[in-house]
């Protein structure tokens, strides 16, 4: 069947209710018919009226009350109406959750699905990336799913897993990206594994969250009128990262260019550029390259928000430069 990424989302949640009694949704807005910010929950909450729960306007005490609740044995699911909110739970979050199994050996399983990314004036509180924040923290599992098969599998993972999942479903992609799915016969990863989502021998193009598509794109530009054949990883999983699968590509290709949607400074592409400075040097044909939203607030703009974070063009341009070296 044909699913939209949003629509992946809400199966995955409607199966782990139907499979899992302890499960239980909590968000603002979440419950009856009107199914969430972006309707997700929409048709799951009129079946669960028990465990769909509206939550209070208040992101650290919902981000409290699914503690205390997975501490109980419960699986609670947040649903953040958007990422930039979810900073206001940054201390329950990393404070409490991140550490709860290293302070006291019992586990913190929850789950908060944080809408991510970039949409056209949508300005600078309701665009943010902020899996670099969360990622920075041990304790955290952090995920950032690209494909419609990924938005199913990861969030029925993060649900069964034993740590706290920061879940970073991507706006955009919610009803922007479709695809044929069968979760019968689609691949299937695991949580922390990356995806080499095209092969290629010339240069290598990682990325994560929407982003990956816009290095899909690149590719093929490059492809078709340059004939530079680029491999396309997709992290999938910021913390942990697959170390392996990265430089596994970069030995290989002697090149690498990282493309997020996040700030420079300090995030997840300076990070993935630091392990392949120190961990494949030698192999390197070219100094590994960023490219990424601009160092300043998400503007408001639709003209101004194209300008701010890279696009296919820009992103095979980069790998041109790379190329030359």
């Known amino acids: 069947m044909t699913l939209a990424y949003l629509e992946a989302i809400r199966l995955a949640l409607g199966e782990s209710l139907d499979e899992d009694p302890r ?23 009129e079946r669960y009226k028990d465990r769909v729960l509206n939550a209070p306007i208040s992101e650290d005490a919902m981000a409290g009350v699914a503690i205390g609740a997975a501490l109980e044995g419960m699986r609670p699911v947040l649903e953040y109406q958007f990422a930039d909110f979810a900073t206001i739970a940054f201390n329950q979050f990393v404070n409490h959750a991140g550490t709860m199994f290293w302070r006291t050996g019992r586990s913190c399983p929850i789950v908060a699905r944080l809408p991510v990314g970039g949409t056209p004036g949508g300005g600078p509180f309701h665009s943010q990336m902020p899996e670099t924040w969360l990622s920075n923290h041990p304790g955290l599992v952090v995920v950032a799913p690209a494909t419609v098969a990924d938005a199913y599998f990861m ?34 990863l695991p949580l922390g594994s990356a995806a080499v989502r095209r092969p290629g021998d010339d240069c290598t193009l990682i990325s994560y969250s929407g982003m990956v598509h816009e290095c899909l794109r690149a590719a093929e530009i490059l492809d078709r009128d340059h004939g530079i054949d680029c491999e396309v990883i997709d992290l999938r999983c910021i913390r942990p990262l697959d170390t392996e699968t990265i430089l596994t590509s970069v030995c290989r290709t002697g090149r690498v260019v990282v493309a997020t949607e996040s700030w420079p400074f300090g995030g997840v592409a300076a990070e993935v550029l630091a392990l392949v400075s120190s961990e494949a040097f030698s192999h390197l044909d070219a100094p590994p390259r960023r490219l990424c939203a601009l160092d300043v607030p998400v503007p408001f703009h639709p003209d101004l928000f194209a300008a701010h974070h890279p696009d296919a063009e820009r992103i095979a341009e980069a790998v041109l430069e790379t190329m030359a070296f």
């Open 155 to 188: 969030l029925k993972d993060a649900i069964a897993c034993q740590d706290p999942v920061m879940y970073c479903e991507h706006k955009y992609l919610y009803y922007h990206l479709k695809a044929e799915f069968d979760k019968t016969r689609a691949e299937h």
């Open 23 to 45: 499960v239980f949704v909590y968000g603002q807005d979440v419950a009856g018919a009107f199914g969430g910010a972006f309707k997700v929950t929409k048709g799951i909450a």
